[in-house]
């Protein structure tokens, strides 16, 4: 298992289409001085060709998390959640939902899919930056992850 401080640079995967979310995440990732390396996947397919180590993908890091939108083109972020959470490889990566949606439902249903969290995009900048910093202080600092394999 990591250490809950990690000196180490941390591997994400973020899967989302909207180009502007891109900027931000990474901008709060960068302010928020967690040394890591973000991948983007615009959908769900790209997604699992990097963690399955496909295609162009051969070689590709194990993120340590992975921060997903729900409203992807293609394979939507819920079925992903079920791929995923359905292979004895990728099942333990955690998966932080991070999209428009906050309807009950919608917060229950990517729980049943195994889910570690959700997490309603704020739409003011300066809001979604905290919330981008959170995430990566709770998970790089105070979460226990397992080690890469």
């Known amino acids: 298992m990591r250490s809950p401080v990690n000196t180490q640079i941390v591997e994400i995967l973020l899967i989302e289409d909207n180009p502007g979310d891109v900027r931000l995440t ?17 959908d769900a397919t790209e997604a699992l060709a990097i963690l399955r180590r496909e295609g162009t993908s051969v070689g590709a890091p194990t993120p340590d998390l992975i921060l997903l939108d729900l409203n992807l083109p293609g394979m939507s972020g819920r079925e992903f959640l079920h791929v995923i959470k ?4 990728l099942k333990r ?10 309807e009950d439902e919608t917060v229950l249903e990517a729980y049943g899919l ?22 990566g202080a709770f998970w790089f600092s105070v979460v226990r992850l397992p080690s890469r394999r």
């Open 114 to 135: 195994a889910a570690n969290s959700f997490i309603t995009k704020p739409v003011d900048y300066e809001r979604f930056i905290e919330v981008v910093r959170k995430i």
């Open 93 to 102: 990566i955690p998966v932080v939902v991070l999209t428009t949606a906050k």
């Open 86 to 89: 359905s292979d004895d490889d």
């Open 26 to 42: 990474r901008e709060a990732l960068a302010d928020g001085k967690i040394a890591n390396r973000l991948t983007v996947a615009p």
